[in-house]
């Protein structure tokens, strides 16, 4: 079981909106940033989101995300099928010192 | 560009070591730190654990402390990471990663990926 809980599969239209939770504790996400990642089948995780809300340069700005007390979110609007792929959140767990990640959610783009 | 290239598959038995690196370019490499995490078939992210660029300190997860060797060559600019009594569990994709925010007391960020180093633990 992940320290951070995620919906194991979320899905929506074409051009719809979606958001994905994260929930955690307060010696994680209630203490530090959360990052969000996007994996396509096959590839490599890449970095979606950063320091709970900042998108990297090249991240279209459908993607947001926020973060409040144990939880953050992330938020893909117009959604594409290429945009079918799983979603991570991360955090540093100051109780446990280490990084952990959710369990991942599985984006479904009808 | 900034790339991080991991080296190519492996197939172990159980109970041997693996080796495995992550050549970075494209950045001063001193200035960040690299992490480690790992993915088995269908599962979650899992971090290991990482190296800061310029000191060389480590930090592991402690599921993996005592099996799980993070060095670094600098003037290769090359990270590697080591994991030793390999058993069929330690099955996946293993991926280097640098520190987006360069190099803090913890971690914040992972902002370049490599393509990942699949390691096979098969008798």
């Known amino acids: 079981q992940s320290v951070l809980t995620q919906p194991p599969s979320v899905s929506a239209a074409p051009g719809q909106k979606v958001t994905i939770s994260c929930s955690g504790s307060?010696?994680?996400?209630?203490?530090?940033?959360v990052s969000w990642y996007q994996q396509l089948p096959g590839t490599a995780p890449k970095l979606l989101i950063y320091d709970n809300d900042q998108r990297p340069s090249g991240i279209p700005d459908r993607f947001s995300a926020s973060s409040s007390g144990t939880s953050a979110t992330l938020g893909i609007t117009g959604l594409q099928t290429g945009d079918e792929a799983d979603y991570y959140c991360a955090t540093w767990d100051s109780s446990l010192s280490i990084e952990v990640f959710g369990g991942g959610t599985k984006l479904t783009v009808l | 560009q900034v790339q991080l290239v991991q080296s190519g598959a492996e197939v172990k038995k159980p109970g041997a070591s693996v080796k495995v690196s992550c050549k970075a370019s494209g950045y001063t490499f001193t200035a960040y730190a690299v992490h480690w995490v790992r993915q088995a078939p269908g599962q979650r992210l899992e971090w290991m654990g990482w190296i800061q660029g310029d000191t060389g300190k480590t930090k592991y997860s402690q599921k993996f402390q005592g099996r799980v060797t993070v060095t670094r060559h600098t003037s290769a600019r090359t990270v590697y990471m080591q994991l030793s009594s390999l058993r069929s569990e330690d099955t996946a994709v293993y991926y280097c990663a640098r520190e987006g925010s360069g190099q803090h007391p913890v971690p914040y960020y992972m902002d370049v990926w490599g393509e990942g180093t699949t390691v096979t633990v098969s008798s």
């Open positions: 307060s010696s994680n996400i209630g203490k530090n940033f």
